[in-house]
Every structure is written in C-alpha cells, then in structure tokens.
C-alpha cells in the first residue's frame, strides 16, 4: 500500500479532511430538502450509522433556506449541493451551511463564482469542485478524452478560486467509468494540493454499486488518494452508502468502525449450515458499536486459523464446535448453541 498523499488540511463544519487525518466518509440525503423533518429524520438516521457530513441538494431558494432549520437539529456538517444557479450558494452560505459544492459543468460565470467564493472566504466555509463526468463544460480542446475534461474542468476553476485567493478547497472527479475515474483522480493528485473526495457516480444497485465503487475507490486508496468518499447507491436506506464506505475502508485497514465478520464460503467438508450461521451472527451484529473481528467457519481445515486470528470465533464440525477468544480455545459447545456461545463471548471482549 503506498503512503498516503500529502494533502492541505481543511475543516468542514468542524471536520477535518485531508492531511494524515481519518478518511471522512460522507453521504447525501435522498429527501426533499425543503422537508426539514423528513431531511432531519435521514440525517439523524446517517449520523446513527457513522456518517460524518452529510450534503443536501439544493434545487431553490426553499431548500437554501430551510438549511438553517436542518442545522439547528443536525449534529454532523452539512454541505449544499448547488446546480446551475450561483444565488443558491449564497443563501446555501447565509442559511449556514457548512461546506459548498459547485459542479463547475454548470456554474461557469467567473463574476458568479467570484461572489460565491467572498462569501465563502468571510464565513471561512470551504467550498468542493464537484465535477462530474455526466456535466462537463464544454472542452477546451477538440477531441479531449473524459478524464482530460473532467481534469481541465476541476483545474481551470481550481485557478479561479485561487486567483481570488481562497483556498479552502476539496475536489472530486466522479464518473461511472472506473478506469476513467482513477486515471482522473490520479492525474489531478499530482498536481494540486488540495484534499480529494472520492466516488464512482452513479454506481447503480447496492450490490453492483458497492463492487463498483469498491474496485474504483479501492484502487485509490490503496495509491494513497484519497481523503474522503461516498459510495453512491441507488438505495431508500441511505445507511447502505455509509456501510459500504466503512467497508472499503475497513478493507483497506485505513479506518476501524463496529465489527467485522469473517465468514468462509462453506463447501463439500462442512457439516453444518454455515451459511444460516454466518446470516444469523451478521443480524447480530448489526447496531453493535465495538470494532471486534468476528470469524465464523466451517471446518477444522481454515476454521482454527481464522477463528484463532480473530477476536472471537467459531470453527464448526459435525454437532459440536470449537470456541475461540482472542486466540485461545474456550470452550466445546453443542450445535443449537452456536450462535449464542459466540455472542456470549463477544460481550467478554
Ligand atoms: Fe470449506 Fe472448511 Fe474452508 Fe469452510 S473452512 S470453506 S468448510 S474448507
């Protein structure tokens, strides 16, 4: 794994991204902003699963407005999303958001932006280049290729906010294709110094979604690029964003958060459903806050190892399997005892 790039540090509403800090994992309502109750209700929920800034669109000058409600209720950041009209950012601004992202695909007035980023600067609110493959302006050369659009796009106006001396900046590159968006993100990492938010944009599903934005954001992380991320996922549980993310980055050994199970496939040796097993103690960890490695197995082949090298585990055999805790074997137990002899010993963590 290389080392980590050398990133500026800047907060958010508090929260630092970039430098050697934690990786922050983010997400996005999928309410109506203008709702503050609904959008309040999501991002307590978002709060609950570990998201750490949450970012709302802002489609009008209600939703900008009704900011300052959400925030007085919110706990974590909030970053408004702006589209197509400057004027939504400063409302965005007065109403007290704490992070701004503009899609440079479609705010290009230089005067726009420039009122945008005085008030930003006042309110010390650091502001993202949001760019996105599926919004380009329009290219500054004929036949560029995506990832030098998306690269010129998020340069030519990372110059503007710095010739306006503002440099409370976050960039992202985001599009669907996994290559192009490692390739942009690698290209643009050389060249500024500014933190990095990563997400491969609509990913889809959250099953393909997750692998999509796992081989994207995992390629990066791995390179040391890399301060922030959100999966994006099509999902009504906007949990799942936040689980993938701590997922990636659990995988990666670059954040801990709540449990992690390790489970074998199963096959031909086993002689008990390990599958059922392994269903029933991921439910079980569900809501459980403790960072503890959990191994469940299914046979004397892998199962001793695996369940030896994790907090706690279980290798099953026929009718009976073997306990372990932090490494040393505990105790025989009976099948119908499986699930809660683990989940006995785990509270002995
Ligand atoms: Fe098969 Fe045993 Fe490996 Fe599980 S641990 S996949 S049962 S060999």
């Known amino acids: 794994m290389r080392k980590r790039r050398a990133s500026k540090v800047i907060s958010v509403g508090g929260v630092k991204i970039g430098g050697a800090g934690p990786i922050v994992v983010q997400s996005m309502t999928k309410t109506d902003t203008r709702d503050v109750k609904a959008t309040v209700k999501q991002i307590h929920q978002l709060e609950e699963c570990g998201c750490e800034i949450v970012r709302v669109a802002v489609p009008d000058m209600d939703a900008a407005r009704a900011i300052v409600d959400i925030k007085k209720k919110a706990s974590i950041p909030i970053i408004a999303d702006i589209h197509f009209d400057y004027r939504l950012a400063l409302a965005a601004l007065k109403s007290g958001a704490d992070g701004l992202r503009l899609n440079p695909g479609n705010i290009s007035d ?22 996105n493959a599926g919004s380009l302006p329009k290219p500054y050369k004929k036949k560029a290729s995506v990832v030098e659009r998306m690269v010129d796009a998020a340069l030519s106006e990372v110059r503007l906010l710095e010739s306006l001396d503002f440099d409370l900046i976050k960039v992202s590159l985001k599009a669907f294709d996994v290559p192009a968006t490692v390739e942009a993100y690698d290209a643009i990492a050389k060249v500024i110094p500014y933190p990095l938010h ?72 086993s002689e008990t459903d390990i599958v059922g097993l392994a269903q029933l103690v991921e439910k079980r960890l569900k809501g459980v806050e403790k960072t503890i490695k959990v191994a469940v197995m299914g046979c004397v082949v892998n199962g001793p190892g695996e369940a030896k090298d994790a907090d706690v585990g279980i290798a099953c055999g026929k009718g009976k399997g073997v306990i372990f805790r932090k490494g040393e074997k505990v105790r025989t137990v009976e099948e119908a005892d499986f699930l809660e002899a683990l989940m006995s010993e785990m509270e002995r963590v």
């Open 198 to 269: 990563l997400g491969i944009t609509e990913a889809g599903l959250p099953w393909t979604g997750s692998i999509r934005s796992a081989v994207g954001l995992g390629i990066l992380l791995y390179d040391g690029i890399g301060d922030t991320i959100r999966v994006s996922l099509t999902t009504a549980d906007a949990c799942q964003e936040v689980e993938a993310a701590y997922e990636i980055l659990k995988s990666l050994k670059l954040r801990e958060h709540g449990p992690t199970l390790v489970s074998c496939p199963s096959c031909g040796r």
């Open 110 to 131: 230089p005067e726009h932006i420039a009122k945008v980023v005085r008030a930003a600067k006042e309110r010390e609110v650091p502001i993202r280049i949001g760019v």
